[in-house]
């Protein structure tokens, strides 16, 4: 059962309780590090033009896979993220980038005396691409999957594989992939039960 409301950026500035300001387009990093700080967010999850950024928040700071020299991702800049999902258990912020200006929506849960939008919802935990740890570095893991090369830094220490999680064929390997990405989605209440909206939840090793 899932009790959580959804606002988008703009409503957020119409609201006492809620101060979010609109996305600056300079600056990226640190309001968004204030708002997974507002809003007890964990882990960040963009989307640019050279990549896929994984990032996590440590004492309050946003420190995303390419601070780590050790460990390749693709860069957190302003001019360059074109999306990005801050989440957690307690909610998601979600930005996106169209035609030169942001939009987003905030899910976060309801409040004493608000009305939910949403009181049903189920879970999905989808398998992340990434079966063999390349590298690891103060609390990321280079993932690297198949003979293409494909490969992310994801912000959780993922282990190499004991001899009964790998490959027969390679120790280092897994037999399936570790990584989960929990996805929740809302469901309408309607005679027939239909996804709303969904978002980010946890990430984690299965």
């Known amino acids: 059962m899932s009790t959580e409301r959804i606002y988008t950026i703009k409503e957020l500035r119409d609201l006492v309780d809620d101060s979010l300001p609109s996305v600056p387009q300079t600056g990226l990093r640190d309001w ?3 708002q997974a700080n507002t809003y007890g967010l964990r882990f960040l999850l963009g989307f640019a033009v050279d990549g896929v950024v994984w990032g996590m928040m440590d004492q309050q700071k946003l420190r995303v896979a390419y601070d780590e020299e050790q460990v390749y991702s693709a860069e957190l800049r302003d001019d360059t993220l074109q999306e990005a999902r801050l989440f957690s258990d307690s ?5 996106w980038r169209t035609q030169g200006s942001w939009q ?8 004493t005396g608000e009305t939910p939008d949403f009181t049903e919802s189920i879970d999905e935990h989808q398998m992340l691409w990434g079966d063999q740890v390349e590298a690891q570095h103060n609390g990321f893991s280079l993932m690297t999957d198949g003979i293409q090369g494909l490969q992310h830094a994801v912000p959780l220490p993922v282990l190499d594989p004991t001899p009964d999680q790998a490959n027969p064929r390679n120790l280092k390997q897994y037999k399936a992939r570790p990584l989960r990405l929990t996805v929740r989605h809302y469901l309408a209440q309607e005679d027939v039960a239909r996804i709303v909206t ?6 984690t090793i299965n």
Do not use: F, K, Q
């Not at 909610?91 to 930005?95: Q, R, S, T, Y």
């Not at 969904?198 to 990430?203: F, H, I, T």
């Open 91 to 95: 909610g998601e912020l979600h930005i």
């Open 198 to 203: 969904s978002r980010l939840v946890n990430l």
């Open 32 to 34: 968004l590090a204030t």
């Open 104 to 111: 987003g929506t905030l899910i976060r849960a309801a409040r």
